[in-house]
Nanobody, 117 residues
């Protein structure tokens, strides 16, 4: 089992910045990749950014150049700059890996990000 707890969401004006954190606990040694996803009202959950155990990153086109994902041991971060109203969503932390040969995916409970003036 892996437990994920997000923090750092809030209300910010357009053009502002926020830093999200995700704290992982449990069998963290089995995590191969972690990521951030978001879901806006009335829309499907979408990928924001992912990072592998080796540090390789991947970003959605809509956030490239504005967001930066990073990871250290059991923690993952998302630095969000130049925020836009369309970035408003619940942001979820995700962890994927294998335990005893079986794949797993775990999700956090989400943190709200609201970009508005």
């Amino acid at each position: 089992q892996v437990q994920l707890v997000e923090s750092g969401g809030g209300l910010v004006q357009p053009g502002g910045s926020l830093r999200l954190s995700c704290a992982a606990s449990g069998v963290i040694f089995s995590i191969n990749a972690m990521g951030w996803y978001r879901q806006a009202p009335g829309k499907q959950r979408e990928l924001v950014a992912t990072i592998t155990r080796g540090g390789s990153t991947n970003y959605a086109d809509s956030v490239k150049g504005r967001f930066a994902i990073s990871r250290d041991n059991a923690n993952m971060y998302l630095q969000m700059n130049s925020l836009k109203p369309e970035d408003t969503a619940v942001y979820y932390c995700n962890a994927a890996g294998f335990v005893a040969g079986a794949p797993f995916v775990f999700w956090g409970q989400g943190t709200q990000v609201t970009v508005s003036s």
